[in-house]
């Protein structure tokens, strides 16, 4: 496994506060119970046909094919924490459930999640379309292989019924510090509801947002075309970059000072603390992320997704191939953020 994703390299148009764009579409094979009706042996059968088509489509998309009881804990938390699996597929029963991941870790496909097939594509910055023409393209081949649940009037069949239709969810993360700092995030997210989306946190559902650090996606994947949903999310991405800029504009020049001294402790903390815990890093790095934006700190060759990694309890205990307790984990956080943060200042 790669330390870090190629989504990671915030390469993308925007990547300065849109962290990621993902498509995921859901799919169930015909005939078959969903995965939480489903028994052991129609699991099995299932896992064979899925592993077979994907091995179908290796060669334009090198996908390995694992289960997930193969992997270890830590290695399964560290999928999550790459956005590569949803932490339900760290839930039992792990042993029928499996994850297709090719070697740019743009691409993965859970197997046994709530639906048969969970196919996502990830990429930096805000390429909803372009995500969506990956995304399309291994559906495509992937359903010349196997029968997918499909009904004219309803769409694909989904074990949510929130979900049928496209059964697409697209998805952008984004960094909106700026917003939260001048209390417009409320207002912002009140209007995205109204207009059909949702805002979820790190994680996605059920997850806390910390680091400022948000994730929009359509409501609903009923009613509209694949290709109208991707265009209005968009938009309303756009949108919302256009008023973080406006944000940050304004907090430089109206309180400068303040936005300073704000940035400059968080580094400083960073730069020197012994002890961190995971909030208290990801409140600290969004801080510094703001600061290096607005040219108020020195870069840093890590990106900013990189760095949150580094923070997370699964990737900080598979860097020493064991188990760490809450008090090495905080201990070892704050010694990878402050080395690291060190050593680029020095080589800038």
Same mark, same amino acid.
């Given at each position: /496994? %790669?330390?870090?994703?190629?989504?990671?390299?915030?390469?993308?148009?925007?990547?300065?506060?849109?962290?990621?764009?993902? #498509?995921? *579409?859901?799919?169930?094979?015909?005939?078959? $119970?969903?995965?939480?009706? /489903?028994?052991?042996?129609?699991?099995?059968?299932?896992? +064979?046909?899925?592993?077979?088509? @994907?091995?179908?489509?290796? =060669?334009?998309?090198?996908?390995?094919?694992?289960?997930?009881?193969?992997?270890?804990?830590?290695?399964?938390?560290?999928?999550?924490?790459?956005?590569?699996?949803?932490?339900?597929?760290?839930? %039992?029963?792990?042993?029928?459930?499996?994850?297709?991941?090719?070697?740019?870790?743009?691409?993965?496909?859970?197997?046994? %999640?709530?639906?048969?097939?969970?196919?996502?594509? &990830?990429?930096?910055? *805000?390429? &909803?379309?372009?995500?969506?023409?990956?995304?399309?393209?291994?559906?495509?081949?992937? %359903?010349?292989?196997?029968?997918?649940?499909?009904?004219?009037?309803? =769409?694909?069949?989904?074990?949510?019924? !929130?979900?049928?239709?496209?059964?697409?969810?697209?998805?952008?993360?984004?960094?909106?510090?700026?917003?939260? &700092?001048?209390?417009?995030?409320?207002?912002?997210?009140?209007?995205?509801?109204?207009? +059909?989306?949702?805002?979820?946190?790190?994680?996605?559902?059920?997850?806390?947002?910390?680091?400022? @650090?948000?994730? @929009?996606?359509?409501?609903?994947?009923?009613?509209?075309?694949?290709?109208?949903?991707?265009?209005?999310?968009?938009?309303?991405?756009?949108?919302?970059?256009?008023?973080?800029?406006?944000?940050?504009?304004?907090?430089?020049?109206?309180?400068?000072?303040?936005?300073?001294?704000?940035?400059?402790?968080?580094?400083?903390?960073?730069?020197?603390?012994? #002890?961190?815990?995971?909030?208290?890093?990801?409140?600290?790095?969004?801080?510094?992320?703001?600061?290096?934006?607005?040219?108020?700190?020195?870069?840093?060759?890590?990106?900013?997704?990189?760095? !949150?990694?580094? !923070? $997370?309890?699964?990737?900080?205990?598979?860097?020493?191939?064991?188990? &760490?307790?809450? =008090?090495?984990?905080?201990?070892?956080?704050?010694?990878?953020?402050?080395?690291?943060?060190?050593?680029?200042?020095?080589?800038?």
């Amino acid at each position: /496994m %790669e330390p870090f994703s190629a989504w990671m390299e915030a390469q993308g148009p925007d990547a300065d506060i849109v962290l990621s764009s993902r #498509i995921r *579409l859901a799919r169930n094979l015909k005939d078959t $119970r969903f995965p939480n009706h /489903m028994a052991a042996e129609d699991a099995e059968v299932m896992l +064979g046909k899925v592993g077979t088509a @994907i091995q179908g489509v290796s =060669g334009q998309w090198p996908l390995g094919f694992q289960r997930m009881g193969e992997l270890s804990p830590i290695n399964r938390q560290v999928l999550v924490e790459k956005h590569l699996i949803s932490p339900a597929m760290m839930e %039992e029963p792990i042993g029928f459930r499996a994850i297709a991941i090719d070697d740019l870790e743009s691409i993965s496909i859970m197997v046994n %999640e709530e639906d048969h097939l969970r196919i996502q594509a &990830l990429l930096s910055g *805000l390429q &909803l379309p372009e995500a969506w023409s990956v995304a399309d393209q291994l559906d495509d081949q992937l %359903e010349s292989a196997l029968d997918f649940a499909f009904d004219a009037r309803l =769409g694909y069949l989904t074990a949510c019924p !929130t979900n049928i239709g496209t059964a697409m969810r697209a998805s952008v993360m984004v960094h909106l510090p700026a917003l939260v &700092l001048t209390r417009q995030a409320p207002q912002v997210f009140t209007t995205l509801a109204q207009i +059909g989306m949702v805002v979820r946190g790190l994680y996605g559902e059920g997850s806390d947002a910390v680091g400022n @650090i948000f994730q @929009i996606s359509n409501q609903v994947s009923l009613g509209l075309g694949e290709d109208e949903f991707i265009h209005n999310l968009t938009t309303v991405t756009q949108q919302i970059v256009g008023r973080e800029r406006h944000a940050r504009e304004y907090l430089r020049h109206n309180a400068e000072l303040m936005l300073a001294d704000r940035v400059e402790r968080a580094w400083g903390l960073m730069s020197h603390a012994r #002890i961190m815990t995971s909030e208290e890093a990801l409140r600290l790095l969004s801080e510094v992320k703001l600061g290096q934006d607005l040219n108020l700190l020195p870069a840093t060759k890590s990106t900013f997704a990189q760095l !949150t990694l580094f !923070t $997370r309890p699964g990737f900080l205990q598979s860097q020493t191939g064991r188990e &760490l307790n809450t =008090g090495e984990r905080d201990q070892m956080r704050a010694t990878l953020l402050r080395k690291r943060l060190q050593e680029e200042a020095q080589s800038a």
